[in-house]
């Protein structure tokens, strides 16, 4: 998110509308300015906002229909065509394409929300460490983790590489990354969004002054909250969480900015193929994608987990560099150069003599970005579990080079969350 975008951000959270309240307003001819006044009076617009903005902004707000499952498309072969075939892919990526490189995710058994539960025991909710509300209120903790998120201590995995074979093979439409990390950057892919924004610049909460994402740096590495040097010349800083600099990353209760909606408001007419990597889909807007491209498009998803809130047409479960990797040999010339050293192609087992059959855990329901309201942050505590994905009992594995065909459509790779039926 760059400057501009991230002076859209409201400081109160937006509340999500039931999609009859929503048809019922947009029927009843008022324009979508007035809509939104109605359903969310609390959000402060830039007065620059054109009514197209608010309209995608109030359609980002309701959840649209499910996508059904296409028939057509079932097998790993499958995926390869698509790939082959299609020249406007669209990625969606998460932090489950970073966990190679050494960064955990949020919603794993040991990723940042379960760290953040075992750090600050007291906070009633984790998530809330990146709520703006919170962030006012105490940015310690925010910065406690700032420093291992921090851009430039990490590489680009398998997957980014692969986000940027497809791009120099002329297929990317865009890589909408959920990401801060700015891996895809360092991985030379140029077709990217970063939904939630990133470290590259940051901005003062009290007088919107910003800079460079540098400047906060040196602060963030000697455990120091950064603080604005115009609002502030004591080397002190404000306990009211006023006047300190924050990285423009989305906070849950800010909005996307505008990038986003732009940019997907164009490619959901252009692209020939989605493909999820490592998400949970359980934040909106971005977690709504799948179902805001047209339903005829394939998808394809590629995570450690089902994710029963979404219909996909191929589900490739396990490890994903595992999975990209057999994906990038299957296509050949020009797309092996990702492979890691020493990586060799998987073997397939025979489904018929696996037993007992493998049950696919699951993962669903959605969060929103925009409508956490930080108020709550402070007194409704949050059962961990709801946050972090259940523990799981371990499951079956697939030895480490094989790989399990479960038909119509999934495939069961190394890595993969799953339990016995
Ligand atoms: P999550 O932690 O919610 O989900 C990561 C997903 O990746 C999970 O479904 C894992 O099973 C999967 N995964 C982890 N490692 C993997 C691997 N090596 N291969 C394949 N899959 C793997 O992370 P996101 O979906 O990215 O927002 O989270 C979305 C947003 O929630 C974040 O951008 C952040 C967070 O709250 C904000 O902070 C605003």
């Not at 969004?193 to 040196?218: M, P, Q, W």
């Not at 849950?252 to 900015?257: A, C, H, K, R």
Request: charged share 25%; net charge negative.
């Amino acid at each position: 998110m760059d400057e501009q975008e991230s002076e859209t951000s409201p400081e109160r959270p937006i509340r999500v509308a039931d999609a009859s309240d929503l048809k019922f307003l947009l029927e009843s001819d008022l324009p979508p300015r007035a809509v939104l006044n109605v359903l969310a009076p609390d959000i402060e617009l830039p007065p620059d906002a054109d009514e197209a903005t608010i309209a995608r902004l109030l359609i980002s707000l309701v959840d649209p229909p499910r996508r059904n499952k296409l028939t057509q498309f079932n097998t790993i072969e499958d995926a390869v065509q698509l790939i082959r075939k299609s020249n406007k892919i669209i990625v969606l990526s998460g932090a489950g394409i970073s966990t190679s490189a050494g960064l955990p995710d949020f919603r794993s058994r040991n990723g940042i929300y379960k760290q953040i539960h075992e750090k600050h025991p007291n906070l009633s909710d984790p998530k809330c460490i990146f709520d703006i509300k919170f962030f006012r209120k105490n940015p310690q903790p925010f910065y406690h983790f700032a420093r291992a998120l921090f851009p430039g201590q990490y590489e680009p995995t398998v997957g980014h590489n692969f986000i940027k074979c497809l791009e120099e093979h002329g297929k990317l439409l865009n890589n909408y990354t959920q990401n801060i990390d700015t891996l895809e950057k360092q991985a030379g892919i140029r077709r990217v969004v970063e939904c939630h924004g990133s470290f590259a610049k940051a901005t003062c909460t009290n007088c919107r002054y910003s800079l460079d994402g540098e400047y906060i740096k040196k602060d963030i590495f000697s455990n120091k909250i950064p603080i604005c040097p115009l609002c502030h010349s004591s080397d002190e800083g404000p306990n009211d969480g006023l006047g300190v600099m924050k990285p423009n990353i989305v906070f849950f209760g800010e909005q996307l900015g505008i990038n986003f909606h732009d940019t997907l408001e164009a490619d959901k007419d252009r692209v020939d193929l989605l493909i999820v990597i490592g998400s949970s889909l359980k934040v909106r807007p971005v977690a709504l994608l799948p179902t805001l491209i047209p339903h005829e498009v394939p998808q394809i998803l590629i995570n450690r987990e089902p994710l029963g809130h979404f219909n996909f047409d191929i589900e490739l479960y396990g490890n994903c560099d595992e999975i990209i990797q057999e994906l990038c040999h299957r296509l050949g010339d020009g797309w092996t150069k990702i492979c890691l050293p020493g990586w060799k192609p998987l073997t397939e087992l025979d489904a018929s003599k696996q037993s007992p059959a493998f049950k696919l855990k699951t993962s669903s329901g959605l969060e929103s970005v925009e409508e956490c309201d930080g108020a709550n942050v402070d007194t409704d505590r949050v059962r961990l579990s709801e946050i972090i994905d259940p523990l799981q009992e371990a499951g079956p594995k697939v030895p480490e080079g094989t790989f399990l065909f479960v038909k119509p459509n999934k495939y069961i790779f190394n890595g993969a969350e799953i339990a016995s039926a």
